[in-house]
């Protein structure tokens, strides 16, 4: 039986009207008849009858057609299956973009395969935020983590908070006077060294590039999200910096005997957003992705 003479029967059932029925199926109407003439002989009953009233169903096309819709769903559901079993043996990439230089993805990676296989996690960090957003808008990004309060108008599928801390050369000569000056700042306020200078930085351009600043009228040596440059920019030019509390894992532990870390009260949201293109077998690596990445 042809899966398409039942689609046709469908589609007639609903319209009683060959002229129209032919025009949603694209098929001339003498090849519409033969479909339901050749669906009729291979059920043995008449499907509708043709009179000065029009086209209407007989009581056997009418329990055909509960039978055909109930027949046609399961097909859908089987065909369904099939393509998502073939696509278990394919390789899936999530092309995922991030802010930080790194947001613990190698553990992120692990969990990821380890529970859904055959999927690998292409991750391009240190970008900015208009960089993110512009891929995920040509799908050439699936997922993105960004500052929550720069993005408008998009929902982020999940939502998570960040602390911020402060980087100093071990026994810098600013360290006293950064402790003194965030002891009698107001609450929330981000702290400058200079209590002559009070500048505040913008948070969400520290998630996407990481101001070094050095002296205490914070002069800005340069901005950048490798994290290897910032250690020795810090450690050479006594130097500082504020960064979300979670890179601190990336810095090399042989570098962390040359550095001071000072947490803050600063905080901020991030989003895990979604691109708008992304093809549907990806849903449950994406799903996966976001929970670990807002809770690990």
């Not at 026994?171 to 003194?180: A, D, N, P, V």
């Not at 969400?204 to 070094?212: M, R």
Request: aromatic residues 8%; contains cysteine; glycine residues 4%.
């Amino acid at each position: 039986m042809d899966i398409r003479n039942l689609e046709a029967f469908i589609v007639l059932a609903e319209t009683l009207n060959y002229h129209k029925a032919s025009e949603r199926l694209y098929l001339s109407q003498p090849a519409l008849t033969k479909k339901i003439h050749g669906l009729e002989d291979i059920l043995g009953a008449s499907l509708f009858t043709r009179g000065p009233n029009g086209t209407r169903l007989t009581d056997f096309g009418h329990k055909t057609l509960e039978n055909t819709k109930k027949f046609l769903t399961h097909y859908e559901q089987f065909k369904s299956q099939v393509h998502f079993d073939s696509k278990e043996k394919i390789v899936r990439h999530l092309y995922v973009g991030s802010s930080f230089p790194i947001h613990n993805y190698a553990q992120i990676e692990k969990q990821v395969t380890a529970k859904k296989g055959n999927v690998v996690l292409a991750l391009v960090t240190g970008l900015s935020i208009e960089q993110q957003i512009n891929l995920l808008n040509s799908g050439m990004l699936h997922v993105a983590v960004m500052p929550l309060a720069s993005i408008v108008q998009v929902e982020p599928k999940k939502v998570f908070t960040e602390n911020l801390v402060y980087i100093f050369k071990k026994r810098s000569h600013l360290i006293s006077k950064f402790r003194t000056t965030l002891n009698t700042l107001e609450h929330g306020d981000v702290p400058a060294i200079s209590s002559e200078k009070k500048e505040v930085l913008e948070l969400t351009d520290c998630l996407s590039v990481f101001p070094i600043y050095t002296d205490e009228n914070m002069n800005l040596l340069l901005k950048t999200n490798d994290i290897m440059l910032i250690v020795e920019m810090i450690v050479k030019n006594s130097a500082y910096t504020c960064v979300p509390k979670r890179i601190i894992s990336s810095i090399p532990e042989c570098y962390m005997n040359n550095l001071e870390i000072i947490e803050t009260d600063k905080k901020i949201e991030l989003g895990v957003f979604w691109g708008n293109t992304m093809d549907s077998y990806l849903f449950d690596d994406a799903e996966h992705f976001s929970a670990l990445v807002a809770n690990i």
